[in-house]
Each structure stands twice: as structure tokens, then as C-alpha cells.
């Protein structure tokens, strides 16, 4: 093993950081999407557990909810849920959700017990812990999982992580090996990425569908069919079969958990150069399939880099989990980059403002919100439409995206080390050398480029380094006392003592940046917000089998591209932006009042039109109108239909 010698960044403890301002209302919308799911049936059945794995990940995202806004009623409502879940747990410690929807269940209840014993210290937590991960310390028990269930058994080590610091029991190394052994090569795929095309083109069509047909027959059986029996060695064998690694190793969710694993797994095993593999997987996914969004497409599976293919909303919350361990582990900036975009458009474009309907995937160009997309979007009942009311995959997995996001704020190393990674308006209880230092952080970044630190309360003068990350494509600058103190990208580092009364502030220059994308394109970034077109809509509400839909559709015009300066150097618009800021609106990602616009000069592109299957496809050999027009560009996460990638229109 490698010996590590650096101090190791670590998280605040749970309820250190209070959200204020814009994201203090965006909590607020989140938990009254919470309070209309805890009414669902469909989670509880008197005192049983059902959903599958829906129900933990509901009663996480409550949990981590109760974590950052600090109300008991919260915790109360939690702790009657996971009542379901330690009454689950069988006599030999086995996690056993009532309906048995597979396997994948148990590992997202391992995660739920461990975020429950993190709020509230409960010991039953971490006694039902040590039960099941003795169960699973029999091989075979291991054996018999399969599918998503087996690819996401390394998801469980943060959970024996903690358990090993409480117990000290040597056999939760050997258990973390065996899950190991038993789990798909993440780290192989990690140093030699082999999914560079969308996942379908990866297998044969004929090879893919059954694979489907033989895990859809062994986990949901149809009642009165006669098949034979799915024993433990037929599903060792199905599981070596070239198919099914493919279904599990191209699934979204699962490969935006895998990104941790090396981090995790080594953290625990005492081998922190594993962690180098999470940033390769970061890199080869935004490689192959990213988009301007920072996330990398998924609709359901790896899609390649098209901004025409969805993007999965569960496993953008997953895969800021796992960029926050990463962070963690690394203190790479670019980790924090790509997470303040997923949170600022990924996550702000997947609800309607004010919370009342959640997609359950998106796209990076987006015209048309319907449930008719479900014919491309396998999996998803209502497409890429917004469904109003119930419980879906989207809405659970946002209860957890800000939490998660908020856990990059401030990073502590050593006693008196604090590291601002990302920015957002909160107050924060730091413990600084055994006493606790509260700051108050003013902002409206990202829409906004100032961040004032007032220091409300220090128990005398607190001697600290403090490290604060530059935002991507920004210059940043440190003023105290109305001097410049320090100016730079990328990091700035300072020595200082703080005291009750310090003020600090950070002063942002964010450019509009023109960017290429993987596949040719063009977008326009302020720092990490991505810039997007918001043509008029019309939205309309229908019943669907399941529930209620809005559909979304443009309205207006939406087929044009910015006109970009001609030059050897970094791309810049032809004629400079107009830039409209108005009053801070009291929902950040409210859809009729922007933070702010951007008006730019943008040619219409006469040839990009839908295709044979109604997608908004960007022509490869683009032809455009002579005049040009000014259109407004609006943060994308304020955005239901837009075009945030175009066709390179140059000028110049």
C-alpha cells in the first residue's frame, strides 16, 4: 500500500452549514416537493417497506434535508420511516424490502442507515450495519446478487468506513475486498476506457434485448408464467456474460456512483493513490459523453455527446455525491467546477420553479418536453415531460442535490486550514482549534460576482490559512479593509487572523466565454452558468396511466446561433454581449425573471430543423440567414425549452 503523508480535507460536521438567500428558497421549494411525496401510498404499506429502492432514497433525501435546515420536524418524520427499515432487517441481519424488487434496495438502505446515524448518533444504525455487513461476509450471499445490485456493491464501503472507525473490526477490510472481487473492474474502466460510443452501439440490438428479457423475467416474474427457476448459478452465469456487464457497466447511475469508488475504497483500505482513478473516470466520461452541462449524458444508459440525448436527473444527483467524495479526496479544483454546474443547470432545469414538476431526464437542446418521448427514453413513464405530483426517480433524487452540493462549501484540513471550494449565500460553524468560528457568507454567485465573509462570532482572535478556489474562467480578488489583498486564478491562498466583526470579500471578473464542444458546437458559459436561448412556450397538462404531465413545447423561433469573431486565439463573440441585470428575483431559476440576460447578435440557421424522429439535430454543415438579430440568452437552469449548444456561425 502507499504510504500517504498529506492531512486529508475533511467534511464540516452535518448541520455546520445553514443555507441563506437564493439557496435557502431553493430548500424551501425542495422541502414542499418532499411534503407532496411523503403523502404517496405507493412508499409505505402499513408498516412495510415498499418502492424498492425509491423508499430509501426518499428517506434519505429527508434525512440530508433535516441535516441543512436544522428542523426537528424533519428528523421526527425521518425517524418514523426508518422505523420500515430497521423492521426490514431480518434476524441474521439481512436488509429485506417487502416487496423484494431486487437486490439494489439493500445497498441504497446501507447508505440511509449510515447518513441517519451521521444526524442523529443512533447506535441502532450501527448495529443493523453490522449485522448485514455480516450477512453479506458469507461468499455466497455475495454471489447471489446480480445486476445493479452487484455493480453497486463498492457503494457500500463509506458505510463499513464508519463502522470500522467505531469498532475496529478487521474483517469489514476483508468483506470491502470480497465486494471488490465480486463487483465489476470500475478501476480497470478508469485507466482504459472502453465505452467511447453510445451504449447502443456498443452491442447488437438482438444480444441487448435479451439480456433485458432475462432480468425483467428473473426480478419481476408475471404471475401465472411458468419459467424455470433463477437459481444462484444461473445468475452467475448470466452475470459473466458480455451482455449484462454491458448493462450494468454503461447504466448511468451506476457509473456516476463508480466515479467514488476509487476513492472510497482506497480511503478505507489505506491506499489513497487509487484516487488518480476517479479523476481519469471524470475525465474519459466528460471525454466521450459529456455536454455543456458538465454532466455526461445518460438516458438511462451512456449516450455519447450529442445534446440531443438525456440526460438522467438521478444519476446527476449520484454523480454529485460522488464528485463531492472525489473532492474530498483530491482537493481538485475541477471537481468542484463540474459540480457547480450540474447544481446550476443540470439541477435548477429539472423542476419548474417553484417545485410543482420534476423531469426524470433532460436534454442539453431541448424543444419539446412530452411524454411521447418515452419511445426513446426507455424507462421513463412520461418521457422527458415534467410529471406533476407522486413520486418519481427525478423528484427523490433532488431532495438530495443540494445537501450534497452544500457539503463542498467549506472543506477543513488539519486544525486551522479552511477551504472554500464552492460559493453560495449560508452561514457556517467552523470548529477552529477546539472552538467553533461562525461566518456569514453574503452572495448572489453564481449570478452575481462579489461574496462578502463577515465573521459574526470568534472566540478571540482565530489564526487560520484560508484556501479560496477561482471558478473556472474567472480572475478573482481578495479585498480587505478596501485593499487588495491577493489576486489570481485558480487558487488564492492567505494567512490571516480572524476576529468577531472581520469582513472579507471576494470580487469576481466572469467573462462570457465562448467554448467548442466535444462534438463541434458552441456554448456560452458566465463562469460555470451555462447561457441558453429561451424561446416562447406553451405548457399544457394531461392525465397519463400514473399521473399528471406538464408537456412543454417552443413556441417561437429556436433555430439560430451566435455570431462568433474569426480568430487563431480563444473564441469571443463578433459583436460584444448587452448584458441586462435586474433585482436579484427571489427564485434564482424562476423561468419568467432571470437573474440576468445576456443579448446577443445570432443569425438563423436555415437548415436545422427536426428529423425523422422529431429531434432538434445541429446540421454539420450549417447554412445561415444574411441578417443578423439580437436574442436573449437567460441562465439554463431558468430554462424549460432552449438551445444551449449551436452550429459554429462565424464572422470575421
Known sequence: MAKDRETPLRRLPVGSVKPDGWLAKQLDIVNALQKRMGADPSLLEGVNWKGGEIFPRYVRGLILLAGVLGEPQLTVKAEGYMNAIFDAALEGGDLLPEDRDGEAPKTEAVKTLLSFYELTGEQRALTALKKFFKSRFNPMSVTHSWHHARARLLDEVEAMDALYRESDLEWLKDLAEMLRDRSPDWFRLAVRFPYKKAAEKCISPAALKKAVRTISQAESPREGKRVKPFTPEKMEAEWKRPAHQLLVETDGVNMAKAVKYPCTYGAFMG?????????????????????????????????????????????????????????????????????????????????????????????????????????????????????????????????????????????????????????????????????????????????????????????????????????????????????????????????????????????????????????????????????????????????????????????????????????????????????????????????????????????????WDFDINGFSLAPTAPKFSEESIERAFVPFGCTSVRMAQFPPCYRG
Request: proline share 4%; with cysteine; glycine share 10%.
Open 271 to 607: 491506499d489513497r493513490e487509487l484516487r488518480r482513478l476517479s479523476l481519469r473516470l471524470i475525465a474519459n466520461l466528460d471525454k466521450y459523453h459529456g455536454n455543456a452541462t458538465g454532466m455526461f449524458s445518460c438516458d438511462r444508459r451512456l449516450g455519447g455527446n450529442s445534446p440531443t440525448r438525456g440526460i438522467d436527473i438521478t444519476a446527476a444527483v449520484e454523480m454529485m455525491e460522488s464528485l463531492v467524495s472525489v473532492l474530498q479526496a483530491t482537493g481538485e479544483g475541477v471537481c468542484a467546477d463540474i459540480l457547480e454546474q450540474i447544481a446550476f443547470n443540470v439541477i435548477g432545469a429539472a423542476a419548474f420553479d417553484d417545485g410543482s414538476a420534476v423531469q426524470d431526464v433532460l436534454m442539453v437542446n431541448q424543444v419539446e418536453c412530452s411524454v411521447r418521448r418515452k419511445e426513446f427514453f426507455a424507462g421513463y413513464p412520461f418521457g422527458n415531460a415534467y410529471a406533476r405530483g407522486g413520486i418519481t426517480r427525478g423528484s427523490v433524487a433532488l431532495l438530495s442535490a443540494y445537501p450534497f452540493f452544500m457539503q463542498a462549501l467549506c472543506m477543513m484540513r488539519g486544525a486551522d486550514e479552511l477551504n472554500f471550494f464552492a460559493y453560495a449565500p449560508c452561514t457556517l460553524d467552523i470548529p477552529v482549534r477546539g472552538s467553533v468560528l461562525r461566518i456569514k457568507e453574503e452572495t448572489g454567485y453564481p449570478f452575481r460576482n462579489t461574496v462578502v465573509f463577515k465573521v459574526l462570532e470568534a472566540d478571540g482572535d482565530a489564526d487560520v490559512r484560508i484556501n479560496f478556489r477561482v471558478p473556472r474562467g474567472t480572475t478573482m480578488q481578495l479585498i480587505s479593509g478596501g485593499q487588495v489583498v491577493a489576486t489570481g486564478s485558480g487558487i488564492i491562498s492567505v494567512k490571516c487572523t480572524l476576529r468577531t466583526g472581520s469582513t472579507f470579500m471576494l470580487k469576481l471578473d466572469i467573462p462570457l466565454l465562448v467554448t467548442t464542444n466535444r462534438d463541434g458546437t458552441h456554448s456560452l458559459y458566465k463562469g460555470n452558468v451555462l447561457m441558453a436561448t429561451r424561446p416562447g412556450s406553451e405548457v399544457s397538462v394531461r392525465s397519463y396511466p400514473g399521473g399528471e404531465a406538464a408537456e412543454v413545447n417552443a413556441v417561437t423561433k429556436w433555430s439560430v446561433a451566435p455570431v462568433i469573431a474569426k480568430s487563431s486565439g480563444r473564441r469571443t463573440l463578433y459583436d460584444a454581449e448587452r448584458t441586462v441585470v435586474g433585482k436579484m428575483p427571489e427564485k434564482p431559476f424562476d423561468r419568467a425573471n432571470a437573474p440576468f440576460e445576456l443579448y446577443i447578435r445570432c443569425k438563423n440557421v436555415l437548415n
